[in-house]
């Protein structure tokens, strides 16, 4: 009934109403059928009046058990706003009684702040020229329920003529458990979305056909782009030829279903080069297929930084301690030189090694020692 400014129709159960709508809709064409030859006069080669009659009267009860034992809520209304069907499913979903709210006005079953612009839309609807209508397609609708509740739904609407007046006749369902649901799933995608925008990380995920389906903030900041412009890329797209060539053989084993992890130098497109750790996770689904992959990158230059200055360190303590023990050693000053400066050439890789000392002419020139 009533109705908002969103629209949403695009859930699967969305499909499914709209699929028993088209049920529901072919049904009411028969009671159109049915309505449109119950009002032609007899031929006289036709067979007997009180058979036709009764064939119809056949087809429209079957009409009419088929909308009151439906699971959606069915409401007919007349040209003046008032009940005349209020199926079984209509009684579930409202809490009313179908004798409580036949001859009353529609107005009992919408917010009253939605009313007039319902009897709006009703009045466009009437001077339409299509005959059946999801009301979704204007906006988010709700219903009322007999304790007060408002609750979302999602509906069509078929225009009939009966006795050259409208019916209107509601198809509708009950969504508070999808958009429960909704909501839950699009509070757990913002937590992620939080949590990974605030990773130190390169967090994406890329489907089997190689396009980028999520990313973090990080993938913006190294892709010196918005995510909404990288989503859907390819591989391809994203890295360059070159620079796809050299991780096509890790993509080759996510697609077979395999971790794969590699550690080295990349360049990205806002123009750093990083020492970077990478890990990709394959995606497989229930029947064992491949659906795409995750991906981790961690920076990790700092610490391949402080690696190499740690390495820089314990080289030179050792060859401290080389040269240390090599002077305790040594018998004289002139032995104790020459051993050092032997200990530092095989350290360094170098064929020979000098010491240099100011000269004795305060010239400030340099003299082998």
Known sequence: MAESKEASLTSQDGDKLRQRIREL????????????????????????????????????????????????????????????????????????????????????????????????????????????????????????????????????????????????????????????????????????????????????????????????????????????????????????EEGYERIKPRVAELLSGKTARAEGERTFPDGKTRYVESTGVPDIDANGQVQGWFTLITDITERKLAEEALRRTMHSGDLLRKIATAANGAASAEEAMSVCLEAISRHGGWDIAGVFVLADDDSGDMAPA
Do not use: C
């Open 25 to 240: 809709e072919a049904e009411v064409e028969k009671l159109r059928a049915v309505l449109g030859e119950a009002s032609q006069p007899s031929d006289a080669h036709d067979a007997p009046t009180s058979g036709r009659s009764k064939s119809l009267t056949n087809q429209y009860k079957q009409i009419a058990e088929i909308l009151d034992a439906s699971a959606d809520a069915i409401i007919s209304v007349d040209h003046r706003g008032m009940v005349r069907r209020f199926n079984r499913g209509a009684e579930a979903v409202f809490g009313y009684r179908s004798s409580e709210i036949i001859g009353r006005p529609l107005d009992i079953l919408i917010p009253k702040r939605f009313r007039k612009n319902h009897r709006s839309h009703m009045a466009k609807f009437d001077r339409a020229v299509e005959s059946s209508r999801l009301m979704n397609e204007r906006g988010e609708i709700f219903g009322l329920r007999r304790d007060g509740a408002e609750f979302p739904a999602e509906a069509s609407i078929v225009r009939l003529e009966a006795d050259g007046r409208p019916v209107f006749t509601v198809i509708m369902r009950d969504i508070t458990e999808r958009r429960t649901a909704e909501d839950a799933l699009q509070e757990s995608e913002r937590q992620l979305r939080t949590i990974t925008d605030n990773l130190p990380a390169f967090i994406a995920y890329t489907d089997k056909d190689q396009r980028l389906q999520f990313a973090n903030k990080t993938v913006e900041e190294w892709y010196g782009g918005r995510k909404e412009g990288l989503i859907g890329k390819s591989a391809v797209e994203l890295l360059g």
